[in-house]
């Protein structure tokens, strides 16, 4: 990484073809498609030195033209699959950046398309956290609702429940249990040590990862309708307003 401000590359996946909301990535929301709401934060931040779309969409390649992204190529038929990892998209996506653009980036940021509510001061507050302890990766997270220690279980071999995580000692109450975290999937940022090396196959397998919390509102996550509709409500209403 550079001393001076990084060269960085936001990268934002959006494939065709979604099942649980159909053309989600486009769907309109109060508005605007949704993919819009995640290139303009991206702009409003203003530090990035790309912003690209990997798509295999014609459709989401103009709608993300026409908020301010670059679609420097189509993504390839087998990286827009259902069962296509996204770190491959992310990983490719980084090398053909370089190629078509010949240019060399100090970071990689992914920034989720189903997560309109995140805001500049998320994304700023994340890199300064990634460049402060400069890990292999840092993603976003929000504190988790339920907790393996004290109220999440699994079944053993007999088919009787016991606590996903035993603690050390008996846990009373929720707020004593260790605290754990869901991983919100709105940013990731990664190194370019971590890119190059392709054994790195998942975010997770990393040696060195950080984290960046965010509240329960800047971290929800339209996966279903209902999703959808209640974070339209809320904007349409001025409960929030995305990107501020």
Request: hydrophobic letters at 35%.
């Amino acid at each position: 990484m550079t001393e001076e401000q990084p060269r960085i590359l936001v990268t934002i996946c959006a494939r065709g073809g979604s099942k649980g909301i159909k053309n989600k990535n486009i769907k309109e929301l109060a508005g605007k498609p949704l993919i819009a709401y995640t290139i303009e934060t991206a702009k409003k931040w203003g530090k990035a030195s790309r912003i690209i779309c990997s798509t295999d969409s014609e459709q989401i390649a103009q709608a993300a033209k026409k908020y301010g992204a670059e679609v420097p190529f189509m993504r390839p038929t087998e990286l827009a699959t259902d069962t296509a990892g996204k770190l491959g998209v992310i990983r490719h996506a980084w090398k053909e950046c370089k190629r078509i653009y010949n240019e060399k980036y100090d970071i990689v940021i992914d920034l989720d398309v189903t997560s309109p509510l995140r805001t500049v001061q998320d994304i700023e507050n994340a890199l300064a956290e990634f460049i402060h302890k400069q890990p292999d990766i840092l993603f976003s997270v929000v504190e988790a609702r339920k907790n393996p220690y004290f109220n999440m279980v699994e079944l053993d071999e007999r088919g009787y429940a016991h606590l996903s995580k035993q603690p050390n000692k008996p846990v009373l109450r929720r707020q004593d249990a260790p605290k754990v975290y869901d991983m919100n999937a709105s940013m990731y940022f990664y190194s370019i040590n971590f890119m190059q090396d392709e054994s790195h196959t998942t975010t997770t397998g990393a040696d060195r990862i950080s984290i960046y919390v965010m509240t329960d509102i800047n971290s929800m996550d339209i996966d279903k309708e209902l999703d959808f509709n209640f974070i339209e409500f809320m904007i349409k209403q001025g409960i929030i307003r995305p990107g501020k």
